[in-house]
């Protein structure tokens, strides 16, 4: 069976304008088949050349299909499975950037260069002291962006004209502004020209953006099948969900009307929002989305289910997790009740998606940290807007405690946890050490104590005291003590019918 390449794809030869820093399923799934559709959609005419930033791995499954693969997405829309499967032509070539580096400067230089995404995780927007302008490249992915950007302008004379549009995809708080910040401390560091410190401030723009998009990434097990059925063989294939969201704030250095007119994607029908402030929809997505797993998936697993589409499909947890957010999260946000209300609708389909098992236990991880970052400002700014506790937020306290009620360690991927009981059932309670500490020390004493402590921790709620929410304490305790002996199911059963 023959290799899939541009003679199967039909690719059309364009111009790079876009280099992405990473060759992982997210940015392919998500970035380049983005650029894809306005190529087919628009007159854009932009390749996309990606980076391999670190030392490990290579580039051969690209080079061999000359950078073409496929993408299936699949989802639940308006209450049918959706499948897409597309050939995605926007990747015109894949460089090493420390095996190939003259290759990836010659790109990072060249004339029609205008964009860089990039997802280096978490930890790849980082300054580091110890890295050596001389290296070639340096190792840090802000080190390398420095001194591409240095030999961009030394090429250019500091043409304006010359400066980039950055839109980094990391999923930290304001990544463009961090990236930007990065890069001017290896410009001192590095003791690079005033005209080259200039012309970064002011003739390249830091976007920050916000991404969207659950990608479970290569199909193990149907590649093979898959294949056969497309009469190809594609070793890069991606999967991802049909939902995407790309939010894109403007920086100082560029107006709305100018990012909108240079990435065209509004005009493709894409799902992307440029605006001057993405805080937002970050806010929206993370107490919405993220806070709803949160808030509901701890519940649902000592209710006796273990994934998300079967905690859709038990009528209790739908209605729990349902009038968690139309009734408590969506009225302390910061967006339109409309707008909301038709993500919460987005992200109840997400849930619903037949083509994802997402395990509660894997997004019980670090349960605690998450309640804090995910559900905490809604319960605060509810309590403080109607002068009451939100019934089922509140409930999500107790039922994480009752998650974690445990004495018992054992040991896990060499790390240890605690092992609750789940009608008999052995789980894993996996968390950070202090955390799993206090609940092996606390969670065994009566409902009260153990209420007491784990409110009054402030260490789990970013400083406050939860004790002194009226009524929460007492709240908490009744349900702790009806969850012991009842069981989840009878005590949520008969929270979401009162």
Same mark, same amino acid.
């Given at each position: 069976?023959?290799?899939?390449?541009?003679?199967?794809?039909?690719?059309?030869?364009?111009?790079?304008?876009?280099?992405?820093?990473?060759?992982?399923?997210?940015?392919?799934?998500?970035?380049?088949?983005?650029?894809?559709?306005?190529?087919?959609?628009?007159?854009?005419?932009?390749?996309?050349?990606?980076?391999?930033?670190?030392?490990?791995?290579?580039?051969?499954?690209?080079?061999?299909?000359?950078?073409?693969?496929?993408?299936?997405?699949?989802?639940?829309?308006?209450?049918?499975?959706?499948?897409?499967?597309?050939?995605?032509?926007?990747?015109?070539?894949?460089?090493?950037?420390?095996?190939?580096?003259?290759?990836?400067?010659?790109?990072?230089?060249?004339?029609?260069?205008?964009?860089?995404?990039?997802?280096?995780?978490?930890?790849?927007?980082?300054?580091?002291?110890?890295?050596?302008?001389?290296?070639?490249?340096?190792?840090?992915?802000?080190?390398?962006?420095?001194?591409?950007?240095?030999?961009?302008?030394?090429?250019?004379?500091?043409?304006?004209?010359?400066?980039?549009?950055?839109?980094?995809?990391?999923?930290?708080?304001?990544?463009?502004?961090?990236?930007?910040?990065?890069?001017?401390?290896?410009?001192?560091?590095?003791?690079?020209?005033?005209?080259?410190?200039?012309?970064?401030?002011?003739?390249?723009?830091?976007?920050?953006?916000?991404?969207?998009?659950?990608?479970?990434?290569?199909?193990?097990?149907?590649?093979?099948?898959?294949?056969?059925?497309?009469?190809?063989?594609?070793?890069?294939?991606?999967?991802?969900?049909?939902?995407?969201?790309?939010?894109?704030?403007?920086?100082?250095?560029?107006?709305?009307?100018? =990012?909108? %007119?240079? $990435?065209? +994607?509004?005009? /493709?029908? !894409?799902?992307?929002?440029? &605006?001057?402030?993405?805080?937002?929809?970050?806010?929206?997505?993370?107490?919405?989305?993220?806070?709803?797993?949160?808030?509901?998936?701890?519940?649902?697993?000592?209710?006796?289910?273990?994934?998300?589409?079967?905690?859709?499909?038990?009528?209790?947890?739908?209605?729990?997790?349902?009038?968690?957010?139309?009734?408590?999260?969506?009225?302390?946000?910061?967006?339109?009740?409309?707008?909301?209300?038709?993500?919460?609708?987005?992200?109840?389909?997400?849930?619903?998606?037949?083509?994802?098992?997402?395990?509660?236990?894997?997004?019980?991880?670090?349960?605690?940290?998450?309640?804090?970052?995910?559900?905490?400002?809604?319960?605060?700014?509810?309590?403080?807007?109607?002068?009451? =506790?939100? %019934?089922? $937020?509140? +409930?999500?306290? /107790?039922? !994480?405690?009752?998650?974690? &009620?445990?004495?018992?360690?054992?040991?896990?991927?060499?790390?240890?946890?605690?092992?609750?009981?789940?009608?008999?059932?052995?789980?894993?309670?996996?968390?950070?050490?202090?955390?799993?500490?206090?609940?092996?020390?606390?969670?065994?004493?009566?409902?009260?104590?153990?209420?007491?402590?784990?409110?009054?921790?402030?260490?789990?709620?970013?400083?406050?005291?939860?004790?002194?929410?009226?009524?929460?304490?007492?709240?908490?305790?009744?349900?702790?003590?009806?969850?012991?002996?009842?069981?989840?199911?009878?005590?949520?059963?008969?929270?979401?019918?009162?």
């Amino acid at each position: 069976m023959q290799r899939l390449n541009k003679s199967i794809t039909h690719a059309v030869d364009r111009p790079v304008k876009v280099m992405q820093f990473g060759e992982g399923n997210f940015l392919r799934a998500f970035v380049d088949y983005i650029f894809d559709v306005t190529n087919e959609k628009t007159d854009f005419n932009g390749g996309v050349v990606i980076v391999k930033p670190i030392e490990f791995g290579n580039l051969d499954r690209f080079h061999d299909q000359e950078c073409q693969y496929t993408l299936q997405l699949r989802g639940y829309e308006n209450g049918q499975p959706k499948e897409i499967t597309r050939q995605i032509t926007s990747v015109v070539d894949a460089v090493a950037a420390i095996e190939d580096y003259e290759k990836f400067m010659e790109y990072g230089t060249s004339e029609t260069l205008r964009f860089i995404v990039s997802n280096t995780t978490e930890a790849g927007i980082v300054f580091d002291a110890t890295d050596d302008f001389n290296a070639c490249p340096p190792k840090t992915y802000p080190g390398k962006l420095t001194k591409l950007l240095f030999e961009r302008y030394k090429k250019f004379n500091g043409a304006a004209d010359k400066g980039l549009i950055l839109l980094p995809c990391e999923l930290i708080a304001d990544n463009g502004i961090e990236l930007k910040k990065c890069i001017m401390q290896f410009i001192d560091l590095w003791k690079l020209e005033d005209g080259f410190k200039t012309w970064v401030n002011e003739c390249c723009s830091f976007c920050p953006t916000l991404v969207d998009r659950i990608v479970p990434g290569y199909p193990r097990e149907d590649a093979e099948a898959l294949c056969k059925e497309w009469g190809y063989e594609d070793q890069l294939i991606d999967r991802a969900e049909t939902f995407g969201l790309w939010v894109v704030e403007a920086d100082t250095n560029i107006t709305l009307d100018q =990012l909108k %007119k240079e $990435l065209p +994607f509004e005009e /493709a029908g !894409l799902n992307v929002v440029f &605006t001057k402030d993405h805080h937002p929809y970050k806010e929206r997505k993370v107490r919405i989305l993220n806070g709803s797993h949160t808030s509901f998936v701890l519940a649902s697993f000592l209710a006796g289910n273990n994934i998300v589409r079967e905690s859709m499909d038990d009528p209790t947890i739908r209605q729990y997790m349902e009038e968690t957010l139309y009734n408590e999260v969506i009225p302390t946000l910061s967006l339109s009740k409309e707008d909301c209300e038709e993500f919460t609708k987005a992200v109840i389909d997400r849930f619903l998606n037949p083509f994802v098992k997402h395990q509660l236990l894997d997004i019980s991880l670090n349960s605690v940290s998450k309640w804090e970052a995910r559900c905490l400002p809604s319960f605060l700014g509810y309590v403080n807007k109607f002068n009451k =506790l939100p %019934k089922y $937020l509140t +409930f999500s306290i /107790a039922a !994480l405690m009752s998650f974690y &009620t445990s004495q018992t360690e054992a040991e896990f991927n060499g790390g240890i946890v605690l092992q609750g009981d789940r009608n008999g059932e052995k789980y894993n309670i996996r968390d950070d050490k202090a955390v799993l500490d206090f609940f092996k020390e606390n969670s065994a004493k009566s409902a009260a104590e153990f209420t007491h402590a784990y409110l009054s921790n402030t260490a789990f709620f970013g400083g406050e005291d939860l004790t002194k929410v009226a009524g929460l304490e007492e709240a908490i305790t009744n349900y702790i003590d009806d969850i012991r002996n009842r069981g989840m199911r009878a005590v949520v059963t008969d929270l979401v019918n009162a």
